[in-house]
Structures are given as C-alpha cells and as structure tokens.
C-alpha cells in the first residue's frame, strides 16, 4: 500500500475508514489470506444491513472473501469485498503489432514540437530532440531578451530503438508491467522516453537538468503537452498527449468501475457505525457557509434555459482521458460568445470518475453521476468580481504573445474562483484559476478542457479554443472579457 488517497467523494471519516479496510485486506480473521488491493482503484464503501444479496453482474463477489472489521466503538462489520480483475487480458496478449516505440516514430520521424505556454514560462517539447522552458521579454527599442533552460536532450540517436529492440528479443519483456500516472483520478499508461544533459542546475551542485517524457493515447489529440511538473529539483515529467499509441491495446486508457465493498452490521452494532454518521452530518454543516445562497435558484434558471435552447457542451466524448475536444456547430460565433460570457452556456469536460462543469462569471463544479446514487457534486470555486480584482493584483491576470512584427497580443487571461467546498485535507474552501487560452485549431469551435490539482483542493481548469482567441483582446487590466464590438 502506498498510502491512503482514494479517488472516492467521501468525507474524511469514510476515507479513514476505507484506508483501514483495505489495510486490513492482507490478513483477514483467522489468518486467511486475501489479494492485496491497490490504492490506484476506485472503491465505495455501502451499508447494507443485515437482508442483502450480492450483486451477480458487474464486479464478482463470494461470500467466503471478506473481514470482520471492529470499530473504536466496539461495533463489527461484515465487510464482502470485490474481486478485481482486468478483463483486457486476451486482447493484450495477442497483440503482435507495432511495439509503442514503433508507433511513435513517424512523430520523431517529422522534426515536430508542441508548445504550452502558462502565465511565465513558455515550454517547447521537439519530440525525440530536446524540452526548452523559455521567457521573452522585449522593451521599446530594445532586442528581444530570451530567458532559457533546457530540461533534457536526447541522449540517444534513436530515442526508441532500445527498449523496443528488447521487447522483440525478449519476450518477457513485453510482458512487463506497463507504467502508468494518476491523471484526475485515473491511473493511465503511459509510454517513457528519458531526456537528459540539459542546463547545469545551480541547485543540485551544477548537475544537468534531466526529463521524462510521458506519452498518453488519446484519440482526438495532436500530440499537446498535458502538463510540464518539477517532481524532484530540477528534474521533470512532461506529459504529451497522442493519438499514435493508441492502436496499442497495454496503452489505450481503461476507466476503472467504482468496486463496491459491502459492509453488513453484525448483531448488536448499528447499521452504520455511530461515529461516522455524526462526522458526515459535521462535514455537511461545514459546507453550508461557504455555498452561494442563490446557487440553487442560479443553476435551476440555467437548466430550464438549457433546455429550451441546446445541451451542455460534451467534452471528451470518448472514456479514455479528462482531457477531450468538442466541436461547437450549431451556434454561431456571436451567439456563442455572448451565451459563453453571460454564463448561460457552459463548457463540459472530464471522463474519468469525476466530471468538470465551467459556467463563465458564475462556478465551476466538479461532480459524479451514479444511477442508482445520483448524482455528486462539489463546488471546486465561485465567482466574485472583487475577490478576482483583488487577486489579479497580485497574480498576472494577463498573458501576452510576441508576434513577428514586435507587436504583442493577449494569449491567455486567469480568472479567480474562490470560496469552494471546505477540502478535508486543508480545512479550507477550495479554489480554482480558470486559464482561458487561445489555441489555434482545423475546426474553428473547437474547444478543450483540462483540470489540474497542483496543490491539495488547488487546482487549475484550462480551457482551451479559437472561440476565446476572438475575445481575448478585450481584456480589461483585471483580465474581464467583453463581447467584441
């Protein structure tokens, strides 16, 4: 077990203990052993009281796998657990096509590199060459002054001769497991290529910055950086996003069904435990002052506008990451700006457990539906134009591109949102800085969406399109849009 961080929208003492029963899962009473469970898949704990029968389709259950677990309280549970299997086992192992190696190559092949700028730094990935992380700044009459690190080169005339090479002459090889990365709550393969010998690092005694590229099969991307992160001082993980790897089938994204645990009162404990009933009843008071007062009446007038004129934008329309692209067709530009921006048409995103809903100048919501449970909701942060102004004071609001002229442009605009959901780990509401950024695309309404959680109940909704990249200019110093005249 590597810790107790479950993807499982519970408050803290259901967390506390689903990290006890799984921690309990090694040795069940009486010594009989049981698989270990992993931290990497997504479990609920359910109380269904003494007159229960186990689901027959779905995750497979005995009655035989389980443990008796006793609380601080004395009360004991009978707790059925799930058995865990793949179920993609015989396509994997009848694979005998291209090694991911070789489906990436025409991307090394073509000289290519992505590009993601954020609020400073701009990052260039040239695939199978080099990672740059750079600055450009330019004064009046002055030359333009280039701030540069290189986070890795290619140390390797062939990038991906080498590990491939091994699988083929090797067969246990390509039975190795293959890497994977919690990305929003999923565990994702990934393919690795190592960078190294890049800018000396002043911080690690002049040692050479060094990179580990991550690829990810997506179908709809056009190999984007996800995200660029500092795991360790001066060295990093870049993860790029690709549809080439995606003919694989170790490496195409498998979302994980939420695996139920059964936990049954025994006689003489209540059907919950005492103690976790009055934490829930805690939490759900701490929430209260920190909602808006009018989000149920503002929400329900989105809906019923909704209805009568188009459904939410669905980003990602297939189950493999929280990252996806959407074509808007059947609004007009002017349309869609004036809706996007009056917060009445909101962008949709996020396919793994959790779900991302973006309503301009109004909240972002973070929430799982469930059929037979509903629907979960947590407000990840709300608008509020005085604290946004106050923290555009301290933060860039604004982003600019240099053209080839020496002119500049907006590229991206921050929006903060505030007073979220209290976060059980931090004790405090949770906020978001919402990146609009213009991204050139083939389809002109395009649009692509992303959530990030750099720090604890901190996190980062990206939304990407050419919509925004006609709006952008309207930018006021606090970074507020307006509809182009």
């Known amino acids: ?32 052993a049981l698989p270990q469970l992993s931290d990497d898949i997504p ?26 677990m006793t609380t601080v309280d004395k009360e004991k549970y009978k707790c059925i657990l799930p058995l865990i299997a793949s179920g993609n086992e015989e396509e994997e192992k009848d694979y005998k096509g291209p090694t991911p190696g070789e489906l990436l190559e025409p991307l090394f092949k073509q000289s290519s590199c992505s590009y993601r700028i954020e609020s400073y730094w701009t990052y260039e990935v040239c695939h199978g060459k080099h990672i740059r992380q750079y600055h450009e700044e330019k004064e009046t009459g002055q030359k333009i002054n280039i701030q540069e690190y290189y986070l890795g080169n290619m140390m390797i005339k062939n990038p991906l001769s080498e590990p491939d090479q091994e699988e083929k002459e090797n067969p246990k090889e390509s039975a190795k497991e293959i890497p994977t990365k919690n990305i929003e709550g999923q565990m994702t393969p990934y393919y690795p290529v190592e960078m190294g010998n890049g800018t000396p690092c002043s911080l690690r005694q002049n040692l050479p910055r060094s990179s580990t590229v991550m690829y990810i099969c997506h179908p709809e991307a056009k190999h984007e950086i996800l995200s660029v992160a500092e795991v360790t001082t001066c060295e990093y993980e870049v993860v790029i996003l690709t549809p080439l790897l995606c ?42 002052p920190f909602r808006r007062v009018k989000e149920e009446e503002m929400h329900s007038t989105k809906e019923a506008k909704f209805s009568s004129i188009h459904k939410p934008v669905a980003v990602g329309s297939h189950q493999l990451l929280t990252v996806g692209t959407t074509h808007i067709s059947k609004l007009t ?153």
């Not at 506390?16 to 009989?32: I, N, P, T």
């Not at 994204?253 to 829930?280: M, Y």
């Not at 083939?442 to 996190?459: G, N, R």
């Not at 980062?460 to 919509?467: A, F, H, T």
């Open 333 to 485: 530009d002017e349309q869609l700006i004036k809706e996007f921006l009056s917060g009445s048409y909101c962008f949709h995103g996020g396919v793994g457990w959790w779900k991302y809903e973006f309503c301009y100048g109004k909240y972002v919501h973070q929430y799982h539906e469930d059929k037979e449970s509903g629907k979960t909701s947590v407000v990840v942060g709300t608008w509020s134009k005085e604290e946004h102004i106050e923290w555009s004071r301290k933060n860039a609001a604004r982003t600019y591109y240099l053209r080839e002229d020496g002119t500049q442009t907006v590229r991206m605009v921050s929006h903060f949102y505030g007073n979220g959901d209290v976060c059980d780990l931090t004790d405090k509401p949770r906020q978001v800085t919402v990146k609009l950024k213009c991204k050139e695309s083939d389809s002109p309404h395009a649009v692509t969406i992303y959530m990030l959680e750099p720090h604890s109940c901190q996190y980062i909704l990206g939304v990407e399109s050419p919509v925004i990249c006609k709006i952008l200019d309207t930018a006021d110093e606090y970074g507020l849009l307006s509809v182009p005249s």
């Open 247 to 288: 003919n694989h089938p170790k490496y195409r994204f498998r979302a994980s069904p939420v695996n139920d645990i059964f936990c049954q009162s025994l006689p003489g404990s209540p059907l919950k435990p005492h103690n976790l009933e009055q934490l829930e009843k805690q939490q759900e008071m701490m929430k209260m």
């Open 43 to 68: 479990f609920r704990v359910n109380w269904p009281g003494t007159e229960f029968s186990l689901p027959t389709t779905g995750v497979l259950y005995k009655e035989d796998n389980y443990i008796i």
């Open 1 to 32: 077990m590597r810790g107790c961080r479950y993807r499982v929208p519970t408050p803290a003492a259901p967390r506390a203990l689903l990290c006890g029963l799984l921690a309990a899962v090694a040795v069940a009473e009486g010594g009989r």
